[in-house]
């Protein structure tokens, strides 16, 4: 009997343990590239979406993305200039607009306004 209760308790231990640390393991990271957005105080923010980088997600984000939906990062589209950053004119490359990071430009890249 004894037996019994020793492996019981073996089990719960495990299974607590097990619960602990899938409780409180860090969360899965996301591959999706950060949009840095440097501010005037020269303080670096980040702010997913803004590709243009002129501060938050605007329409402009948004058609930018739509204007390049479905291009795959095996396509010769996703390495060409689609525009420049508002914050310094530097290149904007079509996968600079997976924000989510899954090789394809589609609607789950398009930002949240
Ligand atoms: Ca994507």
Redesign the pocket.
């Known amino acids: 009997m004894k037996i019994i209760f020793g492996v019981i308790g073996l089990i719960a231990v495990i299974a607590i343990g097990v619960f602990v640390f899938l409780k409180f393991s860090p969360a899965q990271q996301s591959t999706a590239p950060a949009v840095s957005n440097t501010a005037s105080t020269g303080l670096v923010k980040t702010v997913p979406g803004d590709f243009l980088r002129d501060g938050k997600p605007t329409y402009e984000d948004v058609a930018l993305v739509k204007a390049h939906l479905g291009c795959k990062k095996s396509d010769p589209c996703w390495n060409q200039v689609v525009g420049k950053t508002h914050d310094g004119d530097n290149p904007l490359y079509t996968s600079d607009?997976?924000?989510?990071?899954?090789?394809?430009?589609?609607t789950?890249?398009i930002p949240a306004l």
């Open positions: 607009l997976d924000m989510n990071g899954n090789g394809v430009i589609d789950q890249d």
